[in-house]
């Protein structure tokens, strides 16, 4: 039975994503991601217009299947914002910590793709965006003094998870993730 064309494009990301995850989004030519989904190169620019446009939805993809885990594991830590910010920290160690893990996919495309005006770079940076206005949410929730400060300190723990993971693997600093999150939740200045 043939794919419909939601099913289809779903497929190409899929394959597109592992492909560009551990070769390299520019090192993975368009043909190579038809070859391995099994479509021709014409269907695959039915749904993607341009490799950039295929770029640009797969960091699309991944930054929405990175707000599922994180709303899942917050919804799953309780009302408590401490715990659900604990909560975010467990998970990207758990990343790290995984078979899967090759770097931060967000990061890595921001490495390939400088330029400002491609949809790669702007879905990437919006997901950045959308995880420390996020964070700044809980850290609302906190009542400490500096809220926005502190959501900027635990987000560059979190930037540094991933980038420590990548280079030292999860026996280097990313095991030390959640002891810094701790620490940083704990010296916060409880508001006036």
């Given at each position: 039975m043939p794919r419909t064309a939601a099913a289809t494009q779903a497929h190409v990301l899929d394959v597109a994503g592992k492909l560009f995850y551990w070769k390299g989004i520019r090192a993975t030519g368009v043909d190579k991601v038809a070859a391995e989904a099994k479509v021709a190169p014409t269907t695959l620019y039915r749904l993607f217009s341009s490799k950039d446009e295929l770029v640009g939805a797969y960091v699309e993809h991944t930054a929405g299947d990175f707000r599922e885990r994180f709303e899942e594991v917050v919804e799953a830590a309780g009302p408590?914002?401490?715990?659900?910010?604990?909560?975010?920290?467990?998970?990207?160690?758990?990343?790290?910590?995984?078979?899967?893990?090759?770097?931060?996919?967000?990061?890595?495309?921001?490495?390939?793709?400088?330029?400002?005006?491609?949809?790669?770079?702007?879905?990437?940076?919006?997901?950045?965006?959308?995880?420390?206005?996020?964070?700044?949410?809980?850290?609302?929730?906190?009542?400490?003094?500096?809220?926005?400060?502190?959501?900027?300190?635990?987000?560059?723990?979190?930037?540094?998870?991933?980038?420590?993971?990548?280079?030292?693997?999860?026996?280097?600093?990313?095991?030390?993730?959640?002891?810094?999150?701790?620490?940083?939740?704990s010296t916060a200045t409880p508001r006036a």
């Open positions: 408590d914002p401490r715990e659900q910010l604990l909560a975010v920290f467990d998970l990207a160690y758990a990343e790290v910590d995984s078979e899967e893990f090759r770097g931060c996919a967000l990061q890595m495309t921001l490495a390939e793709f400088p330029d400002h005006e491609l949809p790669a770079h702007r879905n990437a940076v919006a997901a950045k965006s959308w995880f420390r206005e996020r964070i700044g949410e809980l850290t609302a929730r906190l009542e400490v003094d500096e809220p926005g400060a502190l959501a900027d300190h635990l987000t560059l723990v979190f930037e540094g998870v991933n980038a420590s993971g990548l280079s030292l693997g999860a026996d280097g600093p990313a095991r030390q993730s959640r002891k810094l999150v701790e620490l940083l939740l």
